[in-house]
């Protein structure tokens, strides 16, 4: 693993880091007839040590101690909710700076820029689009000033700073944005050619699954050889059944089924549902029927398997009407349903059918109607 700025953490070896850094910054001397492309060097230039000098310590003051502090305990949350969430155990240290590897000469994963100078770093090994891939509560988790590194690459004709969202740790949000994102992707590639840095907030999930997902749609590797590919080159935990999903999806035209579900009763004020396709961070409500005396949430959804609990006036339930899932290691119960084509000779079906073979791989006409798809569609989906 490459790593871009690594800041020691002992107080002599910050300081000595920060000569660096800002001796590094050339000034810039301009004259009463400087040309709009000098100004635009100059500009840039500015604002980088403008950002360099709020980002980068200058002592080891109480407040520096502080901020340092504060970073490592907020990658200590990070990566303990990364490891629960992932199911395997990961790290990422924020507070060591930006750090990436190549998966191909074309393709580097990595975690999140956090400064305009991380733009520069990635220009000089040849970078020509950044495509971030964190939400804005992701950005201000970490402090990261979004505005500022893209104003910064606006400065520059020879990179080009891209944004897709997807939500972290989520897989199902993953499969539904994938074909959007790759798409994306896709076009700024043909548009900028060069190096591509792909990154979400670790470059340990959303990044890498972008990056597969990428190879195996577009560049014509079959899904195993990209995936034995990756994890040689960066030691990372991608959702796999996120992409074959995100696979069928486009290959049966994003096709969804509508699903009912129920809670019975009229002694509660509020029926809520957690997981199923919106991610356990959030809850839908549920329309209380007088005629039926129930409380209904009618969703469309695509086939696949989902998991979801109630929430009746506060209190997390499963509907014992309704299909359970086995206790988990932490003895957790939730109600899952699933969803398929009830029509086993369907294209649907035998797709399905396919995608659960370690050695799945797409047809010459799949990878057709792939691309097809991720050429036209449309940038604001």
């Known amino acids: 693993m490459n790593c871009l ?4 953490r002992s107080s002599s070896l910050l300081s000595s880091q920060s000569f660096r850094i800002q001796s590094a910054i050339q000034p810039c001397f301009v004259n009463m007839t400087t040309n709009h492309y000098d100004k635009r060097l100059m500009n840039a230039t500015d604002l980088r040590r403008n ?3 709020m980002a980068t310590p200058s002592s080891t003051s109480s407040i520096d101690m502080e901020g340092a502090k504060e970073s490592e305990e907020k990658s200590d949350v990070y990566s303990t909710n990364m490891t629960e969430a992932m199911g395997a ?7 060591l700076g930006m750090n990436y590897d190549f998966i191909t000469p074309d393709i580097i994963v990595g975690s999140c820029l956090q400064t305009p100078a991380d733009v520069d770093k990635l220009r000089s090994i040849g970078v020509k689009t950044i495509y971030c891939l964190q939400q804005d509560s992701d950005l201000e988790y970490f402090s990261v000033d979004i505005g500022a590194i893209r104003e910064y690459a606006s400065m520059f004709s020879d990179i080009q700073h891209l944004r897709a969202e997807i939500r972290d740790f989520d897989a199902f949000d993953m499969r539904l944005r994938l074909p959007y994102v790759v798409s994306k992707l896709h076009k700024a590639i043909n548009r900028n050619g060069g190096i591509t840095y792909i990154h979400c907030t670790a470059g ?3 990044a890498p699954a972008t990056a597969l997902a990428y190879m195996f749609w577009v560049q014509g590797y079959r899904l195993k050889d990209a995936v034995t590919l990756l994890l040689s080159k960066r030691p990372c935990f991608p959702k796999v059944d996120a992409i074959k999903s995100a696979t069928a999806d486009i290959l049966t035209g994003l096709k969804k089924k509508p699903v009912t579900l129920t809670w019975k009763g009229n002694e509660c004020s509020t029926v809520e549902i957690s997981g ?3 991610g356990w ?9 007088e005629k039926q005396g129930s409380w209904n949430l009618h969703r469309d ?9 109630y929430i009746v006036d506060g209190e997390w339930v499963t509907n014992e009407y309704e299909l359970v899932t086995p206790a988990n290691k932490d003895g957790q119960i939730n109600n899952y349903i699933q969803v398929s084509d009830n029509d086993p000779e369907s294209v649907s079906s035998a797709l399905w059918e396919r995608l659960g073979a370690d050695d799945f791989d797409l047809t010459t006409n799949e990878r057709e109607m792939i691309r097809q798809f991720l050429d036209d569609c449309p940038d604001d989906e």
Request: net charge positive.
């Open 5 to 8: 700025q690594n800041l020691p």
């Open 51 to 53: 950002c360099l000098v």
């Open 89 to 95: 155990v990961l790290t990422y240290r924020h507070e």
């Open 204 to 206: 340990l999930g959303r």
């Open 276 to 278: 199923l396709d919106i």
């Open 281 to 289: 961070g959030q809850r839908i409500p549920l329309k209380y029927d």
């Open 301 to 309: 959804l695509p086939e696949g398997r989902y998991e979801y609990k």
